[in-house]
Structure formats: C-alpha cells, structure tokens
Nanobody, 116 residues
Framework: QVQLAESGGGLVQAGGSLILSCAAS????????MKWYRQSPGKQRDLVAD???????NYADSVKGRFFISRDNAKNTVYLQMNSLKPDDTAVYYC??????????WGQGTLVTVSS
C-alpha cells in the first residue's frame, strides 16, 4: 500500500523560499508520476506541479519560473522548491500519486503560510 508523507511547510515572508519534501513508501516509486497540489481555504485543490518517472515536469502557470519539482528515486522522495513566494501561495500543499489500480493516494498535507 502506497503511503505519502509531506514535510517542510511553515511560515515565510513574501519573497522567501521553502523546500517541501514528500517521502513515499510502498509501491515502486521510480515508476510513478508524482504530483504536488495545493488547497487554500474555500477553494478547490489545484495541481501545482508534476514529474513523470522519466523526469518530465509540468507546472501550473501561476508558479512557472518560481517553483521547481524534482525527485530522488534512491530516496523515494519528491521535492518542491518554492522561490519568490507570494501571499497567494498560502495553502496546504499535498503530495499525490496513483496506485496500480489508478486510485489516488494523498499525503496528510503541509501548511505553507506566506506573510506580506
């Protein structure tokens, strides 16, 4: 059974940086597309970035050029480097992947708060 655990959230001033980590257990990490989503209060959960097993990345327009997703298959971990943070980036950030049965798996989320 795949399990995901995010870490690295916190309070940061606008313009600052944070690195989020998502450690995966179970399944074959190197074969999975890994995704980061975020959800602000009262809003839907939106895709922020994803990375394929081959390392191809995709970003939401709102974070292009500021956020960078990467993975370390030896550590079963995916990262989200967040730079030039804005108050609008404040949200709970979730790691996501899918099982072999194509079912979504979510971590517990990590809160990122950007102060102005």
């Amino acid at each position: 059974q795949v399990q995901l655990a995010e870490s690295g959230g916190g309070l940061v001033q606008a313009g600052g940086s944070l690195i989020l980590s998502c450690a995966a257990s179970g399944g074959i990490f190197s074969l999975k597309t890994m995704k980061w989503y975020r959800q602000s209060p009262g809003k839907q959960r939106d895709l922020v970035a994803d990375i394929t097993p081959g390392g191809v990345t995709n970003y939401a327009d709102s974070v292009k050029g500021r956020f960078f997703i990467s993975r370390d298959n030896a550590k079963n971990t995916v990262y989200l480097q967040m730079n030039s943070l804005k108050p609008d980036d404040t949200a709970v950030y979730y790691c996501n992947t899918r099982t072999l049965m194509n079912l979504d798996v979510w971590g517990q989320g990590t809160l990122v708060t950007v102060s102005s």
